[in-house]
T-cell receptor, first 114, second 114 residues
Framework: AQSVSQHNHHVILSEAASLELGCNYSYGGTVNLFWYVQYPGQHLQLLLKYFSGDPLVKGIKGFEAEFIKSKFSFNLRKPSVQWSDTAEYFCAVRPMDSSYKLIFGSGTRLLVRP | DSGVTQTPKHLITATGQRVTLRCSPRSGDLSVYWYQQSLDQGLQFLIQYYNGEERAKGNILERFSAQQFPDLHSELNLSSLELGDSALYFC?????????????FGPGTRLTVL
């Protein structure tokens, strides 16, 4: 079955610390990959996406992610977090089959302490 | 603001009741997706419509149904409600294309079943 795993459920960092959130998926075919962020009380917003090409993608607010096909991974990184990055982060995969549904990971809650 | 609107924002109802959630996609988007976000199940895909036709089904219960109307808005009907149906229900839309598109999420409807 297709699934997405986010290994870190809760992460606590101090401001200026570096961030890496892991995401692995299970699907043997072509996929599109996404990271969404959900700030407290708000809806999901797209951080970045990978469709093809350069496996290192840059998104909004200084976030980037690297697609490593051999590891079925799409980890999210930010060199220096800010208090305003406190949110829940979701990795999502869209298998390029006949439907365009997104399969989400369970999310990682990030708390950045000032 | 993603351009996807959902009403109502909050809904409180009793077990056994029936409710309807409404979603208006972004202008020009033909696809509508429904997702359920709950504490125990995470973010799960329910169903997708494309230009009025059902395209894909996910973990949608038989008590739930949806439709997309000619003006492309969609409704999710939840009946015989149970306590476990309490969740945040998101709608997303994406533009017509070959499939490499981003889904834009609405603000969600928070359903509380008492």
């Amino acid at each position: 079955a297709q699934s997405v795993s986010q290994h870190n459920h809760h992460v606590i960092l101090s401001e200026a610390a570096s961030l890496e959130l892991g995401c692995n998926y299970s699907y043997g075919g072509t996929v599109n990959l996404f990271w969404y962020v959900q700030y407290p009380g708000q809806h999901l917003q797209l951080l970045l996406k990978y469709f093809s090409g350069d496996p290192l993608v840059k998104g909004i607010k200084g976030f980037e992610a690297e697609f490593i096909k051999s590891k079925f991974s799409f980890n999210l990184r930010k060199p220096s977090v800010q208090w305003s990055d406190t949110a829940e982060y979701f990795c999502a995969v869209r298998p390029m089959d006949s439907s365009y549904k997104l399969i989400f990971g369970s999310g990682t809650r990030l708390l950045v302490r000032p | 603001d993603s351009g996807v609107t959902q009403t109502p924002k909050h809904l409180i109802t009793a077990t056994g009741q029936r409710v309807t959630l409404r979603c208006s996609p972004r202008s020009g988007d033909l696809s509508v997706y429904w997702y359920q976000q709950s504490l125990d199940q995470g973010l799960q895909f329910l169903i997708q419509y494309y230009n009025g036709e059902e395209r894909a089904k996910g973990n949608i219960l038989e008590r739930f149904s949806a439709q997309q109307f000619p003006d492309l808005h969609s409704e999710l009907n939840l009946s015989s409600l149970e306590l476990g149906d309490s969740a945040l229900y998101f709608c997303a839309s994406s533009p017509p294309s070959s499939g490499t598109d981003t889904q834009y999420f609405g603000p969600g409807t928070r359903l509380t079943v008492l």
